[in-house]
């Protein structure tokens, strides 16, 4: 999956500095945005549902206290292939699950809502907090990154409570 392989790519310690730290955040952010959205409109299930809209609510959250401190802070965003590279994967996510219809959508879904958070809590802790300079940027990271832990564990037994594939 290509967010999995641009997530480690972006946990193997690499040096970025803060503006790229900021459009990583809002990056990663907006790509489970989308997939929140799309999974709200395509689920039959109203566990994905919900779930999808929490994550579409929260990942709104955190992008407007990204954005909103990116802003006080004078720091513009600056593009990088680790953000590129997970803009590109959440376009291929989207693609993908728009093809599945009914449990195989689902199972889809939330396979990748349990990939992904497992590689951005492993993103934040290797990568993008190690290497913030801007202490609010940190604080920030290391505050939100309580929900992202609690979002595997929901999309965890989300995943374990749906039918297997036939």
Known sequence: ????????????????????????????NQVDIDAGQLAQSMSQSKDVQQFAQLMVTDHTGVNKAATDLAHKLNLKPEDNPT???????????????????GHAFDRAYVQHEVTYHQAVIDALDKTLIPNARNEELKALMVKVRPAFVAHLQHAQSLQASLPAAP
Request: a positive charge.
């Open 83 to 101: 953000a590129q590279s997970l803009k590109q994967g959440g376009d291929a996510n989207l693609a993908k699950l728009k093809s599945l219809k």
């Open 1 to 28: 999956m290509a967010l999995c392989l641009c997530a480690a790519g972006m946990a193997s310690g690499q040096q970025i500095n803060d503006a790229q730290i900021a459009a990583i955040v809002v990056t990663a």
